[in-house]
Structure formats: structure tokens, C-alpha cells
């Protein structure tokens, strides 16, 4: 089954837990999945990565934003593309909504320039479904207190309001295609729910 599903939401919302289990999931259902990240998911994506992730340096907006987008057209082209070209089912940890919420609300960079750069990274290719890991930012903070954060996840609370604002907005935006779950609820909640809507709408 050709399929494109990505998560999304803060750090803390779960969404790597989930994706990891939806993995299990459609595997188990004998479906061919490619699980990814990112930025990542190639030699290039993941040294990109860690540049985004740990640099100590200091990121200049527009580089942080040029650098994902390098990250993605490397991802789009060697990984997502031809998985969906072989009929697989391709789960992905974040895809461009995040750059839409982090850098251009959050980093308040022009949305609509970020569009362009986001439609020329991915050759024009939009997730089948994105399942949008709702949570308020207390909680996300309370359940990531005791992580070691890096250079996204370090920034301020303000940043933060700005992020859950553009992915509310989004969301708003793009109901045809975004799933929003109350992550809020334990693991195995979330999960059923993220089930239910695969069964509702495939059938697996």
C-alpha cells in the first residue's frame, strides 16, 4: 500500500512513541513500512542534524531554515520517493509542517517564502495524513524536564507559545489531510485513536 503518514507536535506530544507503534502495527498487519526522521534519515540528513540539533555555534535564522530544507530534499529523494514508488507505507517523525510552525511562526520567518522553499524541497509532495499530537506546553515541559535538550528544544517559552499557535493554525488550514489527537492521554489512548482513524479510513 502507497501511503505517506507523518507526525507532528512539540517535543514531548509523544509523536515518536506513536510512530514507532504504528510502525508495529501495520507491520504486524503485513504491510512493507519505512519508518524516518527529521531532519535525517540520510548520511547527508543526519550529519545536517547534528549541526541543527547540537552545534554550540550560533544559527543564523534564514542557515537553520536553508538547512532543513537541504535535509528534506535529501530525504524526499533518496528514501521517501522511492519507498512510495515500491508501494510502501513511509512513517515520518516531522516533515514540513514543523518547519512552517517552528521556523516561521516561531521564528517568525515569512510563511509564505517557507511555503515555496518547503514545495521545492519535497518536489511538491504533501503527507496522505498527519496525525497532529496535541499537547499544552506545561505538560510537554513537565514530561522533558529530566531530557537533555538540544539547540531547538532549548528555546524560550515564548518560542514555544508561537510553535503550538502555528500548528493550531495549520491544522486549521489543512483539515483534509490533519488528524489533531488530545496527547494528553496516556500512550495506549493515543494509540487506539490513532487506530481508529486507520481503520476508519484503510481498512487495515
Sequence with gaps: MK?????????GCGKTTQLHLLQDYLTRKGEKVTLIREPGGTKLSETIR????????????????????????????????????RNEIVLCDRFYDSTTAYQGYGRMIDISKIE???????????????????????????????????????????????????FDEIYEKEKHRIVKIDATNN???????ILVYIHNRLNI
Design 187 to 193: 500512550i495506549d489512548s493515543v494509540h487506539q485513536s
Design 3 to 11: 501511503l505517506f503518514i507523518t507526525f507532528e507536535g512539540i517535543d
Design 50 to 85: 547534528q549541526i541543527l540539533l547540537n552545534s554550540k555555534e550560533s544559527i543564523n535564522y534564514l542557515t537553520e531554515l536553508f538547512l532543513f530544507e537541504s535535509a528534506r530534499a535529501e530525504l524526499t529523494e533518496k528514501v521517501i520517493l522511492p519507498a512510495l514508488n
Design 116 to 166: 515555496v522553499l518547503n514545495k521545492l524541497a519535497t518536489n511538491g509532495l504533501e503527507p496522505d495524513i498527519t496525525f497532529y499530537l496535541r499537547i499544552p506546553l506545561e505538560i510537554a515541559k513537565e514530561r522533558t524536564k529530566s531530557k537533555s535538550l538540544d539547540r531547538m528544544e532549548s528555546a524560550d517559552i515564548e518560542f514555544y507559545k508561537r510553535v503550538i499557535n502555528g
